[in-house]
């Protein structure tokens, strides 16, 4: 699984183009190359809850999702 955080914004899913697509739905905008990201993988079976809280933090529950991908 993916999780992948944006400006005001994140998706999470299978893959991480399903990410940016629920991204694209919330927002509007397409999630392009360079524009600021973070993009975690983390597995269901070690980690139960995954999600960007209001605040803007990383949360889980299990193992830590592992950041693959940072974009500034």
Do not use: H
């Amino acid at each position: 699984m993916f999780l992948i955080m944006v400006n005001n914004y994140w998706g999470k899913g299978e893959t991480q183009e399903d990410c940016k697509k629920q991204i694209k739905k919330e927002s509007g905008r397409a999630v392009t190359k360079k524009m600021p990201k973070i993009v975690w993988t983390f597995d269901l079976a070690n980690t139960s809850q995954c999600y960007i809280s209001e605040m803007g933090s990383l949360c889980w529950e299990g193992v830590k999702p592992v950041e693959i991908e940072r974009v500034s």
